[in-house]
């Protein structure tokens, strides 16, 4: 048994942020965990930048910053978190600025903010379009230089908890092989999202596969909102790659095959700069209705050309570099071929405006936690700032429960359980086949769980869903090595996948409106008197998904109609 005073699971910005200020605040016996090696984690792909109302914000205010983030959730985010948020902006985007991350500056040496969809100001601080790469390496390297110890490449397979606290977690060791149980007083969860479960999809890195949240889950534990996913309007036609916002924050148009600039009829003030379910369904509903581009008309265009080479290469040169290798169209010469590609998770582990969960001592930060401060829809740029501001309160608080909690014992049983189950795996003689599952499994959340929704269609996904599941028990692990069993890895991950599937349909069935990401063509309105609620969804022992329901945190903004 290994032993420490706080676990953190995770190496991308909200885990590494978290391990910094844990390690700066305590002298407990910390480690992260991580699968992927620490700067390989998906907040590296994060392009466009990081909201946050700076001291030269002329005009802007945190107040600003939550009615912007309140009104894009569709008023489904909790207010006092966002308020949180909101206020910690400045300082967690200095904190990080003097530590080393190399934001694009004003010409009076100031960070720079760019404009950002459903933003009043521009307020997005950027490293030109690789903000979460340079926010990654430099949290990294801070990291080393306070001692933080590392497990790398140690997979999180079970949660440990006594009903009323947390005892430790079970993980597998892919470099050597083996379940290790790790016994510690607090655990931070900060696994990221799960839109890989839209696998053809996505913009998303392979192993955004909702790990934490699925363990979560199989805990017993709640999990919020999950029905809420972000399409990003702009991936790449081909591949679903992200083209980041700052695209358009810069000035690119969106342009239907007769070249018209169609926002217009959707969002006549905001056009482009409109939030992400807005303008998602906008390309969605002109391909659909035949004004797509290209032989097939099944993409749109994002037109660059008129902002020129030497902006487009200073300001955005990965989406160039993308544009050129991935589809073959230099943006400086051609429009951009783009459709709207599974991005964002919004909905996650619970937790309240601290991070915390119902279990003592288990917390979560950043993508897999839904505190709630992104509501039905999040803000481009809002989710780097979560990732930090809740990095950090969560380390925080774990210091500060860790402190002081009781010495507890966890029992062997989950580690026998994990065991079992990866023996299972490899000794299975199933016959049904990770990768074409997988593949199914994508095609049937994007057909029936995807930008646009109804009854009849989402009922029909979830029996495939269930079918899938039940097929998923026959996979069969083909390596048997111990050491680096990435077939192994392949296979917990989309067993995670499976479990989280039917928690985003069944909340999406009931849920019988339309708000943010949500989008039901049987019922196109958002309903405030029925629905102004978030769900929360479990996993019974039995196999079943309960579904209730719980208030959301209301304060200075009363809904109003959503108008861009
Ligand atoms: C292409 C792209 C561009 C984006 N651009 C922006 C942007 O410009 N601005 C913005 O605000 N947001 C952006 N986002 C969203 C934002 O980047 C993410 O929400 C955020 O980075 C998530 O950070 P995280 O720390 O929660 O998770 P991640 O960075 O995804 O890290 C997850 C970590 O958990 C570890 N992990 C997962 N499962 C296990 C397991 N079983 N065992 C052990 N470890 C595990 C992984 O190893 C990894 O270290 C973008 C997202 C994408 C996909």
Known sequence: MIEYDIVIVGGGGAGLYSALWTA?????????????YPTRSHTGAAEGGIN??????VGDSPEAHAYDTVKGSDFLADQDAVDIMCKMGAAVIYDIAHRGVPFSRRPDGRIAQRPFGGASFPRTCYAADKTGFYILQTLYEQCLKNNVTFL?????????????????????????????????KAVILATGGHARVYWNRTSNALGNTGDGTAAVLRAGLPLKDMEFIQFHPTGLAKTGILVTEGARGEGGYLRNKEGERFMKRYAPEKMELAPRDIVARAIQTEIDEGRGCGPNGDYICLDLTHLGEEKINERLPQTREHAILYEGVDPVKEPIPIAPTAHYSMG??????????PIKGLYAAGECACVSVHGANRLGGNSLLDVLVYGRLTALEAVKYADEAPETTPSLAKVKDDERRILELMESDGK??????????????????????EESSMKEGLEKLYEIKERAKHIKVYDSSKKFNTDLITALEFLNLVDLAPAIAVPAIERKESRGAHARKDFPNRDDKNFLKHSVIKLKEDGSYELSWKPVVIKKFPPEERKY
Do not use: C, P, Q, Y
């Open 348 to 357: 996650g582990i619970d937790t309240d405006k601290l991070g915390r969960t």
């Open 24 to 36: 700066e605040n305590t002298i407990l016996k910390v480690a992260v965990i991580t699968k992927v």
């Open 432 to 453: 049904e086949k990770i990768a074409d599952l997988r593949k199914e499994l994508g095609n049937v959340m994007m057909k029936h769980f995807g930008v646009f929704r």
């Open 152 to 184: 790398n490449e140690w997979f999180l397979l079970s949660i440990i908890h006594n009903g009323e606290r947390v005892e430790g977690i079970t993980a597998w060791d892919i470099r050597n092989g083996g379940v290790h149980l790790i016994k510690t």
């Open 52 to 57: 946050a109302v700076l001291t030269h914000s």
